[in-house]
């Protein structure tokens, strides 16, 4: 424990250090997008809180509250008519620890290529991106939870194409005060995105050829708390609030509640404060343990942008 917050302090004190946000400075967005419509219903203040096979998008640490196996499946249409879609699973070893595999990615329609020709070329291209990982969590004391998460990662833009490595590190700790628990992530990091290959024409310099440069991978530290001010007999209520401080932007701050009712229907909503464009996220989870006897569950979320369109999200999982 005090090794992996000694590295999580020696990465991420530097990067508090920064006063402005350094839009446009990282690669490979793609690994930004989280697939679990549960933490994006609580407008992401959900580090503390995530669990089953998709807390790998969030805090990786989280799978390991998995009893057996668990998998999960979604899907995102996204900005531009782009659709996304995930698969995540994740096993128990007794007396070892769970492991999760998941994968993602889009591709998107054939479109016809503009360059020199107004009309378009006849040539046709699409984009694609995906990620692959293997993750591993366990409890280092009764309270305390740990996890890492390798992924490899690929992206191809019309005959450029780069790919990599990149980690997560995250820790969940169980203060055992009225449901209190306090969750730390560090996700993305690693070696720089290698350059794109091929090289591009530079047309502010008399249309010279040129190669890409590297880039920062998009480094993203959380600190997450979570509590249950209300408890009753048919429902509970859970409140966070999450700190998100990538390295290319300012820092995010996050607060959601989720209202449990039966242990059947679970409601959610979550601000989104010093976002560009992001406001709220609103959600709904449904149980299917209780309705069907089967351990069968549902998720949605919607996301408001100011500017942008807004952004649904669904899955569905099964654990036993």
């Known amino acids: ?60 640490a989280g799978i390991e509250l998995i009893k057996s196996f668990d998998v999960t499946s979604a899907y995102v249409p996204w900005f531009a008519d782009i659709k996304m879609a995930s698969l995540s699973a994740a096993f128990r070893l ?5 492991i999760g595999l998941q994968a993602s990615g889009f591709s998107t329609d054939e479109e016809i290529t503009t360059i020199d020709m107004e009309n378009g070329t006849g040539q046709m291209y699409s984009i694609q991106n995906m990620v692959v990982g293997v993750s591993f969590a366990r409890h280092i004391t009764d309270k305390l939870v740990s996890g890492i998460q390798a992924k490899y990662y690929r992206e191809s ?29 560090l996700q993305n990091f690693g070696p720089n995105l290698p350059a794109l290959s091929g090289t591009y024409h530079d047309y502010s310099d008399n249309n010279s050829s040129k190669s890409f440069n590297d880039t920062p991978l998009p480094v993203t530290f959380r600190a997450s708390f979570s509590f249950v001010p209300v408890t009753m007999e048919d429902y509970h209520l859970r409140v966070i609030a999450d700190l998100v401080h990538p390295n290319d932007n300012v820092e995010h701050y996050n607060v959601g ?4 009712a039966l242990d059947v229907i679970t409601l959610r909503g979550g601000l989104k404060i010093n976002y560009d464009d992001e406001t709220f996220a609103l959600g709904v989870g449904v149980d299917g343990s209780s ?7 549902l998720d949605y979320s919607f996301e408001n942008f100011s500017i942008l369109p807004s952004i649904q999200k669904i899955s569905i999982g099964y654990s036993f």
């Not at 930004?32 to 805090?59: E, Q």
């Not at 007794?94 to 769970?98: F, H, S």
């Not at 509640?257 to 449990?260: K, Q, S, W």
């Open 1 to 60: 424990m005090k090794t992996i917050l000694i590295v999580l302090l020696l990465i991420t004190v530097p990067l508090c250090a920064q006063e402005f946000g350094q839009v446009g400075t990282s690669g490979a967005q793609f690994l930004k997008i989280n697939f679990d419509p549960r933490a994006s219903g609580l407008g992401y203040a959900a580090a503390s809180v995530v669990s089953g096979a998709s807390a790998m998008y969030t805090n990786v």
């Open 94 to 98: 007794e007396n070892i620890g769970v």
């Open 157 to 185: 833009y019309y005959g450029h194409s780069t790919g990599g490595l990149a980690f997560d590190v995250g820790t969940n700790y169980d203060l055992e005060i009225s449901g209190a628990s306090l969750g730390l992530s």
């Open 257 to 260: 509640a989720e209202l449990i």
């Open 291 to 297: 309705l069907i006897g089967q351990n069968l569950r």
